[in-house]
């Protein structure tokens, strides 16, 4: 169990504010962020597979290629924000993808579609480790996984409220002369636009700028955040690691993108595939839903999954982030997805498949706290750019590759086997990455304190 910290009110008060000021707009835009890239997923099912002549593989590519575009700038872009800052650098990624987003309502062929997406991920790259950065950056490493988790209930909320919203207007089928799926990629795209504006004007790059918190709050923050740094600079120099190829050359960021790999794998093949999953359900259980029953059932697994990663950062946050927090979602989420596969009935399926998006959502903010832990300045910039173009890779190939394996096997059982297989290998990783870690460096304190982040 992790030393808990004796709280100050100044220390109270600044960490609310946060909170309170910060992570609900950045959340925000990362719900319209995860909205405008997943939704493909809502319109192939409902017209746009068919009137764009797509088999299953084409969609997968169709998805994936947004991975590849993202990868191609991901870290040159969040060595921008670091330079520029993230309140330029956010909102000007949130108006770029915007305008390629608006672009998808007037699409007209499978080509045109791998075009925009791959468009799409150029435009988003950095985004989300820009946003991971930005929050690190506000807060001591003790408070950092409940303020992600906040921020990370974005990403199932999506689902939760973006699959009836997207239903909602896939069914104004006409509107403007336009079929549903065209409007929903209409209405779905101006908030990253209107938000990118908003953006440029609300946020602030650092404590020390922020006009909101009182001086005592921004002192408090500017030097508790400026002694982490420090004794991460120190053990980074002792270690010749203190500088870009930091992130580069340390063996615990290229573990942790290996780690990531196996969840995002497991995220965006249920993300792209669950609704094209839930609308066989038709044929495979002879019933009939309407394009809203659809949206709702694929909203089904994300609400618990949103409360469980709720619960679980702040179990982690209260207690001290151990392996178990990560390691152990991975094998429940590894173990229950292939399960899915041998359910009677959609009702059954669901559960099974709410249990493995719990699981997957439990993880990540918890995750994403380790990387700041013993990384800082330019090599964090780098580092948590590089775990996540692991998860782009594993977004790109577990699109691809399910979609691929359907067409091939006629089925979803080899793909979620897989899923499994990625997960169970997450788990792995993580367990050896922190006995690993334990066994190097058992007595240093500097070393101690990155062991905590990965024990």
Same mark, same amino acid.
């Given at each position: 169990?992790?030393?808990v910290?004796?709280?100050?009110?100044v *220390?109270r008060?600044?960490?609310?504010k946060?909170?309170?000021?910060?992570v609900?707009?950045?959340?925000l835009?990362?719900?319209v962020n995860?909205l405008?890239r997943t939704a493909?997923s809502?319109?192939?099912?409902?017209g746009?597979?068919s009137?764009l @002549?797509?088999?299953a593989?084409?969609?997968?590519?169709?998805?994936?290629?947004?991975f590849?575009g993202y990868i191609v $700038? *991901?870290?040159?872009?969040n060595?921008?924000?670091?330079?520029?800052?993230?309140?330029?650098w956010?909102?000007?990624i949130?108006?770029?993808?915007g305008?390629? %987003?608006?672009?998808?309502?007037w699409? %007209?062929s499978?080509?045109e579609?791998?075009?925009l997406r791959f468009l799409?991920?150029?435009? *988003?790259?950095?985004f989300?480790?820009?946003?991971i950065l930005f929050l !690190?950056q506000?807060v001591?490493s003790?408070?950092r996984?409940?303020i992600?988790g906040l921020?990370?209930? @974005?990403?199932p909320l999506?689902?939760v409220l973006?699959a009836?919203l997207a239903?909602?207007l896939?069914g104004?089928?006409?509107?403007?002369g336009?079929?549903?799926?065209r409007?929903m990629?209409?209405f779905?795209s101006l908030?990253?636009?209107v938000?990118?504006?908003?953006?440029?004007f609300?946020?602030s790059d650092?404590?020390a700028?922020?006009?909101?918190l009182?001086?005592?709050?921004?002192?408090?923050?500017?030097?508790?955040?400026?002694a982490e740094n420090?004794?991460k600079t120190?053990? *980074?120099?002792?270690?010749?690691?203190g500088?870009?190829?930091?992130?580069? @050359?340390?063996?615990r960021v290229w573990?942790?993108?290996?780690?990531?790999?196996?969840f995002?794998?497991g995220?965006y093949a249920?993300? /792209?595939f669950l609704?094209?999953?839930?609308n066989?359900?038709?044929e495979?259980?002879?019933? +009939? /839903?309407s394009?809203?029953?659809k949206?709702?059932?694929?909203?089904?697994?994300?609400l618990?999954?949103a409360?469980? $990663?709720?619960?679980?950062t702040?179990?982690a946050?209260k207690h001290?982030?151990?392996?178990?927090?990560?390691a152990?979602p991975?094998?429940?989420g590894?173990? !229950?997805?292939?399960l899915?596969?041998?359910?009677? !009935?959609?009702?059954?399926t669901?559960a099974?498949?709410?249990?493995t998006a719990?699981s997957i959502f439990?993880a990540?903010p918890?995750?994403?706290?380790v990387p700041s832990?013993?990384?800082?300045g330019?090599a964090?910039a780098a580092?948590?750019?590089?775990?996540?173009?692991?998860?782009?890779?594993a977004g790109?190939?577990?699109?691809?590759?399910?979609g691929w394996?359907?067409d091939?096997?006629?089925?979803y059982?080899v793909p979620?086997?897989?899923?499994g297989?990625f997960?169970?290998?997450?788990a792995?990783l993580m367990?050896w990455? %922190?006995?690993? +870690?334990r066994?190097?460096?058992p007595?240093?304190?500097?070393?101690a304190?990155?062991?905590?982040?990965?024990r």
């Amino acid at each position: 169990m992790g030393a808990v910290v004796p709280t100050t009110a100044v *220390e109270r008060t600044a960490v609310k504010k946060v909170s309170v000021r910060l992570v609900p707009f950045v959340a925000l835009m990362f719900f319209v962020n995860y909205l405008d890239r997943t939704a493909v997923s809502f319109a192939e099912p409902n017209g746009m597979g068919s009137d764009l @002549a797509l088999t299953a593989a084409q969609f997968g590519f169709a998805s994936g290629i947004f991975f590849l575009g993202y990868i191609v $700038l *991901e870290v040159p872009s969040n060595m921008a924000l670091h330079r520029f800052g993230a309140r330029r650098w956010l909102a000007r990624i949130m108006v770029t993808w915007g305008i390629v %987003s608006l672009l998808f309502t007037w699409v %007209s062929s499978s080509t045109e579609l791998y075009t925009l997406r791959f468009l799409l991920g150029i435009a *988003e790259a950095g985004f989300f480790p820009g946003a991971i950065l930005f929050l !690190s950056q506000w807060v001591p490493s003790r408070h950092r996984t409940k303020i992600l988790g906040l921020f990370y209930l @974005a990403q199932p909320l999506t689902t939760v409220l973006g699959a009836p919203l997207a239903g909602w207007l896939i069914g104004h089928h006409g509107l403007f002369g336009l079929e549903g799926w065209r409007v929903m990629f209409l209405f779905v795209s101006l908030p990253a636009i209107v938000l990118g504006v908003v953006a440029w004007f609300y946020l602030s790059d650092k404590p020390a700028d922020a006009k909101w918190l009182t001086p005592a709050e921004r002192d408090w923050l500017t030097d508790e955040l400026a002694a982490e740094n420090a004794q991460k600079t120190g053990h *980074e120099t002792k270690h010749a690691k203190g500088d870009l190829k930091a992130a580069f @050359a340390n063996s615990r960021v290229w573990t942790l993108a290996l780690v990531y790999f196996g969840f995002v794998y497991g995220l965006y093949a249920l993300a /792209f595939f669950l609704p094209t999953i839930i609308n066989g359900f038709q044929e495979q259980y002879d019933t +009939t /839903f309407s394009v809203m029953d659809k949206a709702w059932i694929t909203a089904i697994p994300y609400l618990p999954a949103a409360f469980v $990663l709720f619960f679980w950062t702040r179990h982690a946050t209260k207690h001290g982030t151990r392996t178990w927090h990560v390691a152990g979602p991975a094998v429940v989420g590894g173990l !229950s997805i292939p399960l899915a596969l041998y359910m009677g !009935s959609p009702a059954a399926t669901v559960a099974v498949i709410t249990v493995t998006a719990c699981s997957i959502f439990a993880a990540l903010p918890v995750f994403w706290s380790v990387p700041s832990r013993f990384l800082t300045g330019a090599a964090a910039a780098a580092g948590i750019a590089l775990i996540n173009t692991a998860g782009n890779v594993a977004g790109f190939a577990s699109s691809y590759v399910t979609g691929w394996l359907k067409d091939w096997t006629g089925a979803y059982y080899v793909p979620l086997y897989l899923v499994g297989f990625f997960m169970l290998l997450s788990a792995a990783l993580m367990v050896w990455l %922190s006995s690993r +870690t334990r066994a190097e460096e058992p007595t240093a304190e500097a070393d101690a304190q990155i062991t905590e982040a990965v024990r």
